[in-house]
């Protein structure tokens, strides 16, 4: 990306001073982003932010009046500088430093903000490849050992069993979990707990049970991951 650079000084561009931003131009257009950017991408963990602004009539204007409403008036170069851009790009660091970049060619605006969407897009794929791999070390068979598992029998029934222990059988799904939570309370445990079918598919419970004078009155469940 480029920017457009220019004296500064009483009528050029003014810096911001130490701070989050280069210039008080830069900030200005950055007020008026809060109120809503034509596009914008990020990084995964608090890695950045970027921000997307086209500079059509209105939004000039807008920033001409926050500039008057705080410093005063634009200096010419600022004027200049805005009446002759099409679009700003920020960047949001994770340290809170803002970068801007001016452009005064609309396929340079564009070609940027394809390249800002393929890089925070590769950033993306990396983070979920990291997370199957941290979902790898996931050790189903002891953790099934260790857990709660409520498993599909013949006849419609479902057998649950607590750490490798059968707490019993039950006709219905609801009921069984119950029981089985209610175990795992009576015992101060909170297992991973499981759902196998009968085609032997697991699924891992995210489990929420409500418990009144220490006894399990309903579950809610949805399902965190599965295996086939």
Same mark, same amino acid.
């Given at each position: 990306?480029?920017?457009?650079?220019?004296? /500064?000084?009483?009528?050029?561009?003014?810096?911001?001073?130490?701070?989050?931003?280069?210039?008080?131009?830069?900030?200005?257009?950055?007020?008026?982003?809060? +109120?809503?950017? @034509?596009?914008?991408?990020?990084?995964?963990?608090?890695? %950045? #932010?970027?921000? &997307?602004?086209?500079? +059509?009539?209105? /939004?000039?204007?807008?920033?001409?009046?926050?500039?008057?409403? %705080?410093?005063?008036?634009?200096?010419? @170069?600022?004027?200049?500088?805005?009446?002759?851009?099409?679009?700003?790009?920020?960047?949001?660091? =994770?340290? %809170?430093?803002?970068?801007?970049?001016?452009?005064?060619?609309?396929?340079?605006?564009?070609?940027? #903000?394809?390249?800002?969407?393929?890089? /925070?897009?590769? @950033?993306?794929?990396?983070?979920?490849?990291?997370?199957?791999?941290?979902?790898?070390?996931?050790?189903?068979?002891?953790?099934?050992? =260790?857990?709660?598992?409520?498993? @599909?029998?013949?006849?419609?029934?479902? =057998?649950?069993?607590?750490?490798?222990?059968?707490?019993? =059988?039950?006709?219905?799904?609801?009921?069984?979990?119950?029981?089985?939570?209610?175990?795992?309370?009576?015992?101060?445990?909170?297992?991973?707990?499981?759902?196998?079918?009968?085609?032997?598919?697991?699924? &891992?419970?995210?489990?929420?049970?409500?418990?009144?004078?220490?006894?399990?009155?309903?579950?809610?469940?949805?399902?965190?991951?599965? #295996?086939?």
């Amino acid at each position: 990306m480029t920017r457009i650079v220019r004296e /500064t000084g009483d009528d050029g561009i003014r810096s911001y001073g130490p701070g989050k931003f280069h210039t008080l131009i830069d900030s200005y257009a950055f007020e008026v982003a809060g +109120d809503g950017v @034509d596009e914008e991408a990020s990084y995964g963990d608090g890695g %950045g #932010w970027y921000g &997307l602004v086209r500079l +059509d009539g209105p /939004t000039r204007k807008r920033v001409a009046e926050v500039a008057a409403e %705080g410093d005063g008036e634009l200096t010419e @170069d600022e004027r200049e500088l805005l009446d002759d851009s099409v679009a700003v790009i920020f960047f949001e660091r =994770s340290d %809170g430093i803002v970068e801007a970049d001016w452009f005064e060619d609309e396929k340079k605006v564009d070609q940027a #903000w394809a390249d800002i969407e393929a890089d /925070t897009a590769e @950033d993306d794929e990396e983070e979920e490849e990291e997370e199957e791999e941290e979902d790898d070390d996931f050790d189903l068979e002891s953790e099934m050992e =260790s857990g709660l598992v409520i498993q @599909d029998t013949r006849g419609g029934r479902y =057998s649950v069993s607590l750490e490798g222990k059968s707490l019993g =059988s039950y006709d219905d799904f609801d009921l069984a979990l119950k029981h089985g939570v209610q175990a795992a309370h009576a015992a101060n445990y909170s297992p991973n707990v499981f759902h196998v079918n009968d085609r032997g598919n697991v699924d &891992l419970l995210s489990v929420k049970p409500e418990i009144k004078r220490g006894k399990v009155v309903s579950v809610e469940y949805e399902i965190e991951r599965s #295996w086939v």
